[in-house]
Nanobody, 119 residues
Framework: QVQLVESGGGLVQPGGSLRLSCAAS????????MSWYRQAPGKERELVAT????????NYADSVKGRFTISRDNRKNMVYLQMNSLKPEDTAVYYC????????????WGQGTQVTVSS
């Protein structure tokens, strides 16, 4: 039932910018906090950023603070991740999901979108 479709990834040079989008459906989107995760080759998924539904409070991993901004549009059921000052270590597949992703109605992941930062 829950569907999460990520888009906007691509190849970018160090110091460049990219904006990722996540289209959500199949649940009461505006009632849930949403997060962005990423997974690099050979590594486990890590939490990048979270935005709450109640007050729009945001939280970021230390590695992306000051460079990334998470936002949402409840009218469109969309979550965004604006990424600035990109570094090679940001290279990964990026996914959107709920912070409590292992609890119903969640429990699965979308295809993600590839971000490659290289000169």
């Amino acid at each position: 039932q829950v569907q999460l479709v990520e888009s906007g990834g691509g190849l970018v040079q160090p110091g460049g910018s990219l904006r990722l989008s996540c289209a959500a459906s199949g649940f009461a989107f505006s009632s849930y906090a949403m997060s962005w995760y990423r997974q690099a080759p050979g590594k486990e998924r890590e939490l990048v950023a979270t935005i709450t539904s109640a007050h729009g409070v945001t939280n970021y991993a230390d590695s992306v603070k000051g460079r990334f901004t998470i936002s949402r549009d409840n009218r469109k059921n969309m979550v965004y991740l604006q990424m600035n000052s990109l570094k090679p270590e940001d290279t990964a597949v990026y996914y959107c999901n709920a912070p409590y992703y292992d609890a119903p109605p969640f429990g699965s992941w979308g295809q993600g979108t590839q971000v490659t930062v290289s000169s």
